[in-house]
């Protein structure tokens, strides 16, 4: 099966910061990586999908990038409603793994 | 408005069987591949199944195969999970997911709120 492993497990940050958080799988899985954002009580909401595209009504702030093994979640100008999980997920073959989650909290 | 909402959950033995269910509503169900997805509190997502459109194909994690099973009636714009077997380790909110798009590269773009099983004596 496919790893996925997100850095970091958690981070603090401000309103207006730049945030940024990886996701490396065990082998190549192109371009089949997602994003999720995860809040408490709450079920998943999509934010990116194969690696780059931000899913319809998901604001501009929020950007993907990478290939093959290493991949990338940009937040620009942090706001308050993004303190959240941020979890990654690979679709490459049928059988799906997500990274363990990325819990941003408030400095 | 696209739904989901799961149900059959609940308190079960270890050993023991249950079935959840997804009643599907505000898009064309039969148009689209299914999942199920389970969390147990406070901790990470695992991805239990899916279910392309006209229930042909179904693929599982290797940790429920031989003992879960993913259906789907079209008619009833509905998704199932028949569970057996149940071992503690089973015990997660179970999610009811859409795929975007008809492929099994596809992210999932709809959740529902979940069901929690609980395998408990």
């Known amino acids: 099966d496919i790893q996925m492993t997100q850095s970091p497990s958690s981070l603090s940050a401000s309103v207006g910061d730049r945030v940024t958080i990886t996701c490396r799988a065990s082998?190549?899985?192109?371009?089949?990586l997602n994003w999720y954002q995860q809040k408490p009580g709450k079920a998943p909401k999509l934010l990116i999908y194969e690696a780059s595209n931000l899913h319809r009504g998901v604001p501009p702030r929020f950007g993907g990038s990478g290939s093959g093994t290493d991949f990338s979640l940009t937040i620009t100008y942090l706001q308050p409603e993004d303190f959240a999980t941020y979890i990654c997920?690979?679709?490459?073959?049928?059988?799906?793994?997500f990274g363990q989650g990325t819990k941003v909290e408030i400095k | 408005e696209v739904q989901l909402v799961e149900s059959g959950g609940g308190l079960v033995q270890p050993g023991g069987s249950l079935t959840l269910s997804c009643a599907a509503s505000g898009f064309i169900f039969s148009g689209y591949w299914m999942s199920w997805v389970r969390q147990v509190p406070g901790k990470g997502l695992q991805w239990v199944a899916t279910?392309?459109?006209?229930?042909?194909?179904?693929y599982y994690v290797d940790s429920v195969k031989g003992r879960f099973t993913i259906s789907r009636d079209n008619a009833q714009n509905s998704l199932y999970l028949q569970v057996h077997s149940l071992r503690a380790g089973d015990t997660a909110l179970y999610y009811c997911?859409?795929?975007?798009?008809?492929?099994?590269?596809?992210?999932?773009?709809?959740w529902g709120q979940g069901t929690l099983v609980t395998v408990s004596s």
């Open positions: 082998q190549s899985i192109s371009k089949y």
């Open positions: 997920q690979h679709s490459y073959s049928n059988s799906w793994t």
């Open positions: 997911a859409r795929l975007y798009s008809p492929a099994y590269y596809s992210p999932l773009d709809a």
């Open positions: 279910i392309n459109q006209d229930g042909s194909a179904k």
